[in-house]
C-alpha cells in the first residue's frame, strides 16, 4: 500500500499531470487531446500518462482506433484512508491542546482575582 502511495504522490507532484488527473476527472480524452493545452510533445504527454498508469492513477482502453485514457478513481480512496487517518490525528492534538489551554485558564483565572483583592486591601 505504502508503496503505490508513494507512486501516487510522486506522480501528482508534476504541475502537468496534477492538470490532466484534473481533466480526466471530467472526461476520458485521448492523448492528443490531453496535449492541446500544454507547450510540450505528444512524446512528453504520453511520458506523464506512463507515470500516472505506472502510479495506477490512470488507464487506457482500447476503442477503433482510439485509445482513450481513462482516471482510475478507486487510487484516491487509497491517498483520501492515507490523508484522513492524519487529520484525525491533527484533530485529536488540538483537542487535547485546547484541553490543556481550558484546563490552564481556569487556573489562571482565581489566582487573578486573589491579587487583585490583596492590591485593593
Given at each position: 500500500m505504502d508503496?503505490?502511495?508513494?507512486?501516487?504522490f510522486?506522480a501528482?507532484?508534476?504541475p502537468?499531470?496534477?492538470?490532466?488527473?484534473?481533466r480526466?476527472?471530467?472526461?476520458?480524452?485521448?492523448?492528443n487531446?490531453?496535449?492541446?493545452p500544454?507547450?510540450?510533445?505528444?512524446?512528453?504527454v504520453?511520458?506523464?500518462l506512463?507515470?500516472l498508469?505506472?502510479?495506477?492513477l490512470?488507464s487506457?482502453?482500447?476503442?477503433?482506433?482510439?485509445?482513450?485514457?481513462?482516471?482510475?478513481?478507486e487510487?484516491?480512496?487509497?491517498?483520501?484512508?492515507?490523508?484522513?487517518?492524519?487529520?484525525?490525528?491533527?484533530?485529536?492534538?488540538?483537542?487535547?491542546?485546547?484541553?490543556?489551554?481550558?484546563?490552564m485558564?481556569?487556573?489562571?483565572?482565581?489566582?487573578?482575582?486573589?491579587?487583585?483583592?490583596?492590591?485593593?486591601?
Open positions: 508503496d503505490q502511495l508513494s507512486r501516487v510522486s501528482l507532484a508534476d502537468i499531470r496534477r492538470d490532466m488527473v484534473a480526466l476527472a471530467v472526461a476520458d480524452a485521448g492523448v487531446e490531453l496535449a492541446e500544454y507547450d510540450v510533445s505528444v512524446q512528453a504520453s511520458k506523464h506512463k507515470v498508469e505506472e502510479a495506477g490512470v487506457r482502453t482500447k476503442q477503433a482506433q482510439r485509445r482513450p485514457v481513462h482516471l482510475e478513481a487510487v484516491f480512496d487509497l491517498m483520501t484512508k492515507w490523508i484522513e487517518r492524519y487529520r484525525r490525528q491533527a484533530e485529536e492534538r488540538y483537542r487535547r491542546l485546547d484541553d490543556v489551554l481550558a484546563e485558564d481556569t487556573e489562571q483565572s482565581p489566582t487573578d482575582t486573589r491579587h487583585t483583592e490583596r492590591g485593593a486591601s
